[in-house]
């Protein structure tokens, strides 16, 4: 699993009209193949009457899934300047699809390829982007005379609460990268003069939106 990668937030769309012509993205997180071209083919029976439904998508932990469609424009116009904005902006894991309603003015394969490009920009400004960082959740069992000191503390830290249970004792469970583990434990004991009860729980990924 890697320990830190960006996607996108998850459904969004985005409509800009240039010389005319309507181009709209629509972008989805897609963790398989079948995923993404279930979204694509989705998208193409909204938009039947579109003149191209373009794609593109990046699976993977090591992007080894990777695919550009220019659906009818011309070879190299759409689906490469599509899945490049994918690949500069290092995103993992996403599906774009940018249907084109042409306008009547010709733009040119440069001109294309610029506007394939700002329409997936854009359209991922729109939906926003997420950092997914991989995370040990460690669950501290404390008396409630510790509850103001422990969560005070833990908010002006760097450590990120998942959530407070309060039961007969309060339980909280701490976001914690692996590496910060043991200095988070040794903190957490030194906090509460020892009285407290730390168990290692699962390793998740904590999603936080970078744009």
Known sequence: MLT????VKGYGEHEIIIEKSRF???INRATTEEE???FILEIKKKHR???HNCSAYIIGEHDHIQKANDDGEPSGTAGVPILEVLKKKKLKDTVVV???YF???KLGAGGLIRAYGKSTSEGLNATGIVERTLMRVIHT???YTWLGKVENELRSSVFKIKEIKYLDSVEVETYVEEGQKQQFIDWMIELTNGKSEIVEGEVTYLEEVVN
């Open 98 to 100: 940018i249907t084109r």
């Open 103 to 105: 306008g009547g003015i």
């Open 49 to 51: 009457d579109a003149n």
């Open 36 to 38: 993404a071209q279930n």
């Open 4 to 7: 830190h990668y960006y996607t």
């Open 24 to 26: 709209i993205a629509y």
């Open 141 to 143: 069992k404390i008396d």
